[in-house]
C-alpha cells in the first residue's frame, strides 16, 4: 500500500505565529513553496498560510507585511494526515475539505511533510486524478 509518506515532499517547514508575512514570503521563496504551515509555541500547526493569502489578505488589502504576523492570517481548522495514511485516506481530506496542500506529521505529531496536486499527480492514474480534480474543484 502507497502511504502518505511515500508521495509526500519531504523536510517542510513551519513558520511560527508570531512570524511577520514578509519573513514568511522570504521564506516561500527561499524553499520554493507556495504554503507553510504555521505553528503555536508548542510547534503545533494551528493552520497554513499561503502566497495568495498574503497577496489577496494583506498587501492588496492595504496593510504592511512586515507588521502583520502570519498567525493573523492562519484561519480555520487545520487539516493534516499522518505519515502512514494511505494514499486514498489522502484523497479524502484533500476533496472532502478541498484544499490543495495538506502537511503530514509524523506519529510524534511532528511535521515531516507536504503533499500537494504535484505529489498526487505523479503518483496517481490519470483516471484517479481526474476525479480528484473534479471533486476538488467542484
Known amino acids: 500500500m502507497t502511504t502518505a509518506a511515500d508521495i509526500m515532499n519531504p523536510g517542510a ?12 514570503a ?35 488589502a492595504g496593510h504592511d507585511p512586515s507588521r502583520v504576523t502570519a498567525g493573523e492570517l492562519a484561519k480555520g481548522t ?33 511535521l515531516v511533510g507536504m503533499i500537494s496536486e504535484a505529489d498526487i499527480a505523479h503518483h496517481l492514474s490519470d483516471e484517479k486524478i481526474a476525479q480528484f480534480v473534479g471533486r476538488v474543484y467542484a
Open 13 to 24: 517547514q513551519w513558520i511560527p505565529a508570531t512570524e511577520t508575512l514578509d519573513r514568511a
Open 26 to 60: 522570504q521564506v516561500m521563496r527561499e524553499t520554493n513553496v507556495g504554503a507553510l504551515p504555521v505553528s503555536d509555541v508548542n510547534e503545533r500547526m494551528c493552520g497554513i498560510l499561503t502566497d495568495r493569502d498574503i497577496v489577496v489578505e494583506c498587501v492588496a
Open 78 to 110: 487545520p487539516r493534516w494526515i499522518s505519515t502512514g495514511a494511505s494514499v486514498d485516506d489522502v484523497l479524502d481530506q484533500m476533496e472532502t475539505h478541498q484544499i490543495r496542500r495538506l502537511p503530514v506529521i509524523d506519529e510524534d505529531k511532528r
